[in-house]
């Protein structure tokens, strides 16, 4: 067994030997279900009448593509929970001072940090199956009561899964760029939520009224996992006459990966080379 896959082998064993994985799983498959589950009876409700229909007309979506837009939830406000295992797997190492016997094991830290990358983007795509049974289970079951097509026979919907797997997992690995840059696990845990959660969707539906920040708005580490998936409910949202394309699903998966090589390759370069006690 060579040195990567020890080391590989090593991480899935961390990761695994802890509740952490299984808690934010949990707190994930949950969280997307029930706002997949609860979006799909809202709009399913009023496109069937069986609720007041004041929003009729009012920017629904079409009934064509509310599907996609509600499988897509899994990444668009689930993507935070590959980022913090992520995080969490990386900045654990230095609050739990377990990277002193790792780099005695392997003093090739380079090593050690592309056996952690490979894992959890392994683990990052173990989430997007997770978020994806539960943001097309919920969503396709409340469709078909509604008697919408769950469109679960198309090819687009399953392409629309399989990016929304890998956009997770390159989330994972953002996550663990970002714990190497910001190694204290509280600061990286606060940052995580405060950008996912707020200063992100405050810029890009902020950057959208104008066109030259909407060109800018487009490369947020979001409106490119949104861009890969291929859909996303912020585009509801987005005003009208912004003039900003988004990005081809290739090009917004080669931009959340330039974050996560950027977040490492600086960290590597500033705290994970430093000594350690």
């Given at each position: 067994?060579?040195?990567l896959?020890r080391?590989?082998a090593?991480?899935?064993a961390?990761?695994?030997?802890?509740r952490?994985?299984?808690?934010?799983l949990?707190?994930?498959?949950?969280?997307?279900a029930l706002?997949?589950?609860?979006l799909?009876?809202?709009?399913?409700?009023?496109?069937?009448?069986?609720?007041a229909?004041?929003?009729?007309g009012?920017?629904?979506p079409d009934?064509a593509a509310?599907?996609?837009?509600?499988?897509?939830?899994?990444?668009?406000?689930?993507?935070?929970f590959?980022?913090l295992?992520?995080?969490?797997t990386?900045?654990?190492e230095?609050?739990?001072?377990?990277?002193?016997?790792?780099?005695?094991?392997?003093?090739?830290?380079?090593g050690?940090?592309?056996?952690k990358?490979?894992?959890?983007?392994?683990?990052g795509?173990?989430?997007?199956v997770?978020?994806v049974?539960?943001?097309?289970?919920a969503?396709?079951?409340?469709?078909?009561?509604?008697?919408?097509?769950?469109l679960?026979?198309?090819?687009?919907t399953?392409?629309?899964?399989g990016?929304?797997?890998?956009?997770?997992a390159?989330?994972?690995?953002?996550?663990?760029?970002?714990?190497?840059l910001?190694?204290?696990?509280?600061?990286?845990i606060v940052?995580?939520?405060?950008?996912?959660?707020?200063?992100?969707?405050?810029?890009?539906?902020?950057?959208?009224?104008?066109e030259?920040?909407?060109?800018?708005?487009i490369?947020?580490?979001?409106?490119a996992s949104d861009?890969?998936?291929?859909?996303?409910?912020?585009?509801?949202?987005s005003?009208l006459?912004?003039?900003a394309a988004?990005?081809?699903?290739?090009?917004?998966g080669l931009?959340?990966?330039g974050?996560?090589a950027?977040?490492t390759?600086?960290?590597?370069?500033?705290?994970?080379?430093?000594?350690v006690?």
């Open positions: 067994m060579n040195t896959t080391g590989i090593a991480e899935f961390k990761i695994f030997s802890t952490t994985w299984w808690i934010l949990a707190v994930l498959v949950g969280y997307v706002l997949a589950g609860g799909a009876a809202l709009f399913g409700g009023v496109a069937g009448g069986a609720l229909s004041d929003m009729a009012t920017g629904l009934m509310l599907p996609p837009l509600i499988y897509s939830f899994g990444a668009t406000v689930g993507y935070v590959p980022v295992i992520g995080a969490l990386t900045t654990g230095v609050r739990h001072q377990t990277l002193t016997p790792t780099f005695l094991a392997n003093p090739r830290r380079g050690v940090l592309g056996a990358t490979v894992t959890l983007f392994v683990v795509a173990g989430f997007g997770a978020a049974l539960a943001s097309v289970g969503g396709a079951l409340t469709l078909s009561f509604f008697g919408i097509d769950a679960l026979g198309e090819t687009d399953w392409l629309l899964v990016r929304l797997v890998l956009a997770m390159l989330w994972a690995i953002v996550g663990v760029g970002l714990g190497v910001v190694p204290s696990q509280v600061a990286a940052l995580v939520l405060a950008f996912t959660q707020f200063v992100e969707p405050v810029l890009r539906l902020a950057a959208a009224f104008i030259v920040t909407a060109q800018i708005g490369f947020l580490p979001g409106a861009a890969l998936v291929g859909a996303s409910f912020y585009s509801l949202m005003p006459g912004s003039g988004a990005l081809e699903w290739w090009q917004g931009v959340l990966l974050y996560a950027v977040f390759l600086v960290g590597y370069a500033v705290s994970w080379r430093k000594d006690t």
